[in-house]
């Protein structure tokens, strides 16, 4: 199995910026799918943004522009760079992984992202 531990989360003022880090471990396999989903209270869990095995990165509607999706070469770490931010980006922030040779998804545990004034 793949453990994600996503570090970054907290609180910020409209406008604001974070960056969250995720950290892979376990059994890698290459190629994969590394990306960051979002569960905002009392809504079902959503796409931000995700780098396929051919390494093509996606975003939600609702971030481009806005954030950033990148990848560290030398470990195996994906970052989501979110700038002016806004109250409706209030969620926990999944970090995401799927091998391309897997069926199974793994998924870090969260951290919390408020956008408040």
């Known amino acids: 199995q793949v453990q994600l531990v996503e570090t970054g989360g907290g609180l910020v003022q409209p406008g604001g910026s974070l960056r969250l880090s995720c950290v892979a471990s376990?059994?890698?396999?290459?190629?994969?799918?590394m990306g960051w989903y979002r569960q905002a209270p009392g809504k079902q869990r959503e796409l931000v943004a995700i780098?396929?095995?051919?390494?093509?990165?996606n975003y939600a509607d609702s971030v481009k522009g806005r954030f950033i999706l990148s990848r560290d070469g030398t470990v195996s770490t994906v970052y989501l760079q979110m700038n002016s931010l806004k109250p409706e980006d209030t969620a926990v922030y999944y970090c995401?992984?799927?091998?391309?040779?897997?069926?199974?998804?793994?998924w870090g545990a969260g951290t919390l992202v408020t956008v408040s004034s």
């Open positions: 995401y992984y799927k091998g391309a040779f897997s069926a199974q998804n793994s």
């Open positions: 376990g059994r890698l396999r290459n190629p994969n799918s």
């Open positions: 780098e396929s095995i051919h390494g093509n990165i």
